[in-house]
C-alpha cells in the first residue's frame, strides 16, 4: 500500500482513479479487490496502517495464513459489492478501513464462535483497544465511506461464521482402546 501511495502521489492520484472502487460503474468490477490498496493520501493511508497491521495479525495468528486469506477475500468482496451498491452513483472509494472494520468483525465474532482460549483473549483485547470503531459504520463525516467500514464489519463476520472451526486434536491411544463402562469405541 505503501509503495501504491508513492507512485500514486508522483503520478497525481492516477493509480487512484484506475484502481479505486467507482459505485455503479459495470466497466472494472475487478476494482473491488484492487481498491483497498490505494489511498487518497499519505494521511489517510497512516490512519489505516497501524489497525491494517494489528488487526490482520490478530486474524492470521488466531487462524492461520489460509484463514487469513480466505476472511480478506470474503471481506474485500462483502465490502466492494456494498460500497458498490450502497454508495451514490459515480463515487470513488480507496482505502483499506473496509478491510480493517472486517478483520475488527473477524476477531470479535471468532472468539465466540471458536470458544478457544486464544481467541477469546484475542477478541476481548480487541473489543478494549479497537472498541470505539463501531461507530465509524454509521455516517459521520462527509468523504469518508461508512459503506466501506459497514460492509467491511459485516463481511467479516460473515467470515468468522463461515469458516470451518478447528479441529480439536483427538488423544492417541497407544493402540488400546479407552475404557468405557460401554466398551472400547469402534
Known amino acids: 500500500m505503501w509503495i501504491f501511495e508513492l507512485f500514486d502521489s508522483v503520478a497525481g492520484g492516477a493509480l487512484d482513479a484506475a484502481f479505486g ?6 466497466e472494472a468490477p475487478w476494482t473491488i479487490v484492487t481498491a483497498p490498496f490505494m489511498h487518497a493520501n499519505f494521511a489517510h493511508l497512516i490512519s489505516n496502517s497501524l489497525p491494517f497491521l494489528v488487526l490482520g495479525s490478530l486474524v492470521a495468528i488466531s487462524g492461520g495464513l489460509s ?15 456494498g460500497v458498490w451498491l ?5 463515487v470513488l472509494t480507496v482505502g483499506a478501513s473496509g478491510l480493517v472494520f472486517g478483520y475488527f468483525g473477524y476477531t470479535v465474532l471468532r472468539g465466540i464462535v471458536e470458544r478457544k482460549t486464544i481467541d477469546i483473549v484475542i477478541m476481548i483485547s480487541v473489543v478494549i483497544f479497537y472498541g470505539t470503531l463501531i461507530w465509524g459504520v454509521l455516517p459521520q463525516q462527509e468523504g469518508v465511506s461508512w459503506q466501506a467500514h459497514l460492509f467491511g464489519f459485516a463481511g467479516g463476520l460473515l467470515s468468522a461464521w463461515l469458516l470451518p472451526k ?3 486434536p483427538r488423544p492417541t491411544t497407544q493402540g488400546y482402546a479407552p475404557y468405557t463402562p460401554y466398551g472400547p469405541y469402534r
Open 166 to 168: 478447528r479441529e480439536k
Open 86 to 90: 450502497f454508495s451514490p452513483p459515480g
Open 21 to 26: 472502487l467507482r459505485s455503479w460503474d459495470t
Open 67 to 81: 484463514r487469513f486469506m480466505w476472511t480478506t477475500l470474503i471481506v474485500m468482496a462483502v465490502s466492494g459489492i
